[in-house]
């Protein structure tokens, strides 16, 4: 039989290191498992069955590697009594749908406002965490996205600029007149906390930068 391998996305698409955080930051629906016969190839192998599961709104790379984890372990040892059995057929990749998933760079991790959306950004924030984080500057000092959602578009809310809302959270403007809310951050050499807390401790340091990097 050679080599066995489970590869952490529906082959033959997301080929390569990061296949859970390149589905998030795609955007897809859906991921999975697929255990294949290893080769000389970047997980080009033959396939020997995948297992798909949907990625949820709020999925993050942490929550998707769990629940592909879970599958996993729940259905190698059956396949393998299987492929003993002679029971699989081998299915050669469609050379046409194979995508890659390079490995994750720092630059990646920054967010840029005034070339990214609302629904850009939260894709990085969910692809990003908790392993690298997804993050931009406020003056001099680096802040951690850690959890945001979508605002209301055309706000007239320029990309980057901050705002503080009535209700004790924070607007930030995105390309395409998209707005993002934040929920949970993470200033340099702090705790996370709440953005409520966040207002609270750094109001001063809000009014007087009035946006982030951009």
Not at 45 to 57: H, R, T, V
Not at 99 to 128: H, L, Q
Not at 158 to 179: D, M
Request: charged content about 30%; aromatic content about 6%; proline content about 4%.
């Amino acid at each position: 039989l050679g080599c066995i391998n489970v590869h952490a996305s529906l082959l033959p698409r997301w080929r390569g290191a990061a296949p859970i955080e390149r589905c998030i930051l795609s955007g897809d629906k859906k991921s999975g498992i697929t255990i294949m016969k290893m080769t000389e190839g970047l997980d080009s192998g033959p396939i020997l069955k995948k297992y798909p599961c949907d990625i949820s709104l709020n999925e993050t790379a942490q929550s998707l590697e769990k629940k592909l984890l879970k599958i996993s372990k729940a259905k190698i040892s059956s396949l393998l009594s299987q492929i003993d059995k002679g029971l699989t057929k081998e299915k050669k990749q469609e050379e046409s749908l194979a995508t890659f998933a390079p490995k994750i760079n720092k630059e990646e991790t920054e967010i840029f406002w005034v070339k990214e959306s609302s629904e850009d950004v939260i894709r990085k924030v969910r692809a990003f965490n908790p392993r690298f984080g997804t993050f931009s500057f406020i003056g001099k000092k680096r802040i951690k996205i850690l959890k945001a959602s979508m605002g209301k578009n055309n706000m007239g809310i320029s990309p980057g600029y901050l705002n503080v809302t009535s209700s004790n959270k924070i607007e930030v403007g995105c390309n395409k007149k998209t707005t993002l809310i934040l929920e949970r951050v993470q200033l340099e050499s702090k705790r996370p906390c709440k953005i409520e807390d966040f207002i609270r401790g750094n109001l001063a340091l809000i009014i007087k930068e009035k946006k982030f990097s951009t």
